[in-house]
Nanobody
Framework: QVQLVESGGGLVQPGGSLRLSCSVS????????IGWFHQAPGREREGVVC????????NYSDSVKGRFTISRDNAKNTVYLQMNSLKPEDTAVYYC???????????????WGQGIQVTVSS
């Protein structure tokens, strides 16, 4: 049974940091790319960043470049999203997603996590 489980969300003040984790079971990260998406109320789900299955290359959206860092630990089958310098506009539900070989894109996702809330507010 495939599962992607996000953890690490919560409430943080502007300028603060959070680290999200995506724990994967049912498939191995050796063959799957993992992406993080976010969805704010009333808005569409958008891709934030992806890490490839092959060489660990990454692709960030402009809105998070320089502030967020994705990494993976294949031995633990876990992908991390370190979020620094958080802004109120980062407030959203964050989802991790898996796709075999290629980065997940909206409409091209094999598996979704259940999502986790991140709220940036003073």
């Amino acid at each position: 049974q495939v599962q992607l489980v996000e953890s690490g969300g919560g409430l943080v003040q502007p300028g603060g940091s959070l680290r999200l984790s995506c724990s994967v079971s049912g498939f191995t990260l050796d063959y799957y790319a993992i992406g993080w998406f976010h969805q704010a109320p009333g808005r569409e789900r958008e891709g934030v960043v992806c890490i490839s299955s092959s060489d660990g290359s990454t692709n960030y959206s402009d809105s998070v470049k320089g502030r967020f860092t994705i990494s993976r630990d294949n031995a633990k089958n876990t992908v991390y999203l370190q979020m620094n310098s958080l802004k109120p506009e980062d407030t959203a539900v964050y989802y991790c997603a898996g796709r075999r070989r290629f980065c997940p894109r909206r409409g091209l996702v094999d598996y979704w996590g259940q999502g986790i809330q991140v709220t940036v507010s003073s």
